[in-house]
């Protein structure tokens, strides 16, 4: 699994991307900017295909307005991926 959250607490915002295989720590980086490409690129890199997502935690953004009001973004984004055999 790849779990990438994102403390938006100050500025400029951190990025914390993790992933494990059972209770070992594979993959782990911090930034100030991320996209959920890059550790999916660094992960399939090494062989790993994504196979599902989920967001656990979502904000609702005042500041990004939308057409029909405010947008949401997701705050905390897992992956799950596979090596295949």
């Known amino acids: 699994m790849l ?12 990025y ?5 295989v059972g209770e070992t720590e594979i993959y782990n980086r911090t930034r100030d900017t991320m996209f959920w490409s890059g550790p999916l690129a ?7 295909e994504l ?5 656990t935690t979502a904000r609702v953004g005042s500041y990004l307005a939308g057409i029909n ?3 949401s973004y997701p705050v905390s984004m897992h992956f799950f991926l596979k090596r295949p055999a």
């Open 16 to 20: 914390q991307a993790r992933a494990w």
């Open 69 to 71: 009001g405010p947008l």
């Open 51 to 55: 196979v599902s997502t989920h967001s």
């Open 3 to 14: 779990s990438v959250d994102v403390d938006g607490s100050a500025a400029p915002w951190k």
């Open 42 to 48: 660094d992960l399939a890199a090494e062989g790993w």
